[in-house]
């Protein structure tokens, strides 16, 4: 019930009125959103790589209203790609489909999605297409599929453990040398499409990080996670096969515990942390939160925690 609310808040437009006004709102996404501004995520960056932490940077945003709402998102991430190149930082870019106009036409994002891959191709960046809920999961790998097909091989895209097709997905995409960043999931799904208690979906996510590790091909595994358990599990299954360390990676968020991202990246492990920012920063704290009903107080915690 605690996770319905908050996925309600999420999209609710009096709780975003009310609760960006909150002191403590405002704290929590100072602490888990770079900032508002480009020059806001450029420097979290720049902090992150002197301590050895890869960058994955996302223009928080979803779900534009208007086909002119796209020329802001793909302007931003064309300046961010470009400071990236400028100043030699170690970063990635993720984006959401919606935000490039896919609910007003597949064409538009499409379109926007090709300027930024090619832009970002120049430069050798990476660029990885986040997934949404469950009613955008087809068209999602579809377009990836289509740009990975045309020639981006710089694409990769995310699988949500809490799917229960993800399997069968993954097994698809490891035949097919994907890059994939690899999440629980943060969006309300019916139990008949994605496993509604946590067990189930960590046990999910640890058997596709390891089919996935073993993959003949040259399959790329991002594994976005903070839980202990998903990080042991992935560390043991690649080293009990001698994976090569360009075939995994670790994420976590931003924020979020700082201290073992500093421990992977001192063990040297590979370790991303994906940084948010922009004004939209309300329906994302909302489904950290949302995620599971436990990261409300986990959030809480880091308020406080180094």
């Not at 770079?34 to 450029?42: F, K, Q, R, V, Y």
């Not at 302007?75 to 990635?92: C, D, H």
């Amino acid at each position: 019930m605690l996770r319905r609310f908050l996925l309600y808040l999420s999209e609710a437009g009096w709780a975003k009125a009310l609760v960006t006004h909150f002191w403590l709102a405002k704290l929590a996404a100072r602490r888990f959103v770079a900032g508002e501004t480009l020059d806001d995520a450029i420097d979290a960056t720049r902090t992150l790589n002197e301590k050895g932490l890869l960058v994955s940077l996302d223009f928080l945003g979803e779900s534009v209203a208007k086909a002119a709402d796209t020329e802001e998102v793909v302007a931003t991430y064309t300046q961010l790609i470009q400071r990236i190149s400028n100043e030699n930082l170690k970063a990635s870019v993720s984006l959401k489909l919606t935000h490039m106009g896919l609910d007003i036409s597949e064409d538009l994002c499409l379109t926007n999605l090709r300027t930024i891959l090619t832009d970002a191709k120049k430069y050798n960046i990476p660029v990885t297409i986040d997934m949404e809920s469950s009613a955008y999961t087809d068209v999602t790998l579809r377009i990836y599929r289509a740009m990975y097909d045309s020639g981006f091989d710089n694409v990769g895209t995310v699988i949500q453990s809490m799917m229960r097709r993800s399997s069968d997905d993954m097994r698809q995409l490891a035949s097919e040398g994907a890059r994939i960043r690899l999440c629980k999931g943060a969006y309300l799904e019916e139990p008949e499409i994605a496993f509604p208690d946590k067990a189930d979906v960590d046990a999910h996510f640890i058997q596709i990080t390891q089919d996935y590790l073993k993959a003949e091909t040259p399959a790329m595994l991002e594994v976005a996670t903070h839980d202990d358990a998903m990080i042991d599990a992935t560390l043991k299954a690649a080293t009990e096969i001698n994976l090569p360390p360009e075939r995994y990676e670790i994420q976590m968020l931003y924020g979020i515990r700082p201290a073992k991202q500093a421990e992977l990246a001192a063990g040297g492990y590979t370790m991303r942390v994906y940084v948010p920012f922009g004004g939209s920063w309300y329906p994302y704290l909302m489904r950290r939160m949302a995620e599971r009903p436990a990261n409300l107080f986990f959030i809480l915690k880091n308020l406080f925690r180094k």
